[in-house]
């Protein structure tokens, strides 16, 4: 599966992005997909994932109540929609799918695929 992440830019605190993440390749129903971020110096955050169906998602607490992950199994596309953005947000944005099985979606060890990347930047 490949996955092509993209979306990201420079935003003012309190605007909005939208992030996409395009998979080729594989089933992409037959993934639970997750988006993670990595700020210079830290370690990868989970941020949200989404279960196969759509049917659950999941959110770090940071970032509860201002982000909203989506899939369109149709399009094989899974979305981020980051609102009320701070400058704490400042990352690239990675996002990466896991087997259907995988259930502990909130750590990196459990995806088997990782696309490349995409750099959010917010000014304050």
């Known amino acids: 599966v490949q996955l092509q992440a993209s979306g990201g830019g420079l935003v003012q605190a309190g605007g909005s992005l939208r992030l996409s993440c395009a998979a080729s390749?594989?089933?992409?129903?037959?993934?639970?997909m997750g988006w993670f971020r990595q700020a210079p110096g830290k370690e990868r955050e989970f941020v949200s994932a989404?279960?196969?169906?759509?049917?659950?998602?999941y959110y770090g607490d940071s970032v509860k109540g201002r982000f909203t992950i989506s899939r369109d199994n149709t399009k094989n596309t899974v979305y981020l929609q980051m609102n009320s953005l701070k400058s704490e947000d400042t990352a690239v944005y990675y996002c990466?799918?896991?087997?259907?099985?995988?259930?502990?979606?909130?750590?990196?060890?459990?995806?088997?695929?990782w696309g490349q990347g995409t750099q959010v930047t917010v000014s304050s």
């Open positions: 990466a799918a896991a087997n259907i099985l995988r259930i502990e979606l909130s750590l990196a060890r459990v995806y088997d695929y």
């Open positions: 390749g594989g089933t992409f129903s037959r993934y639970n």
């Open positions: 989404i279960m196969w169906s759509g049917g659950r998602t």
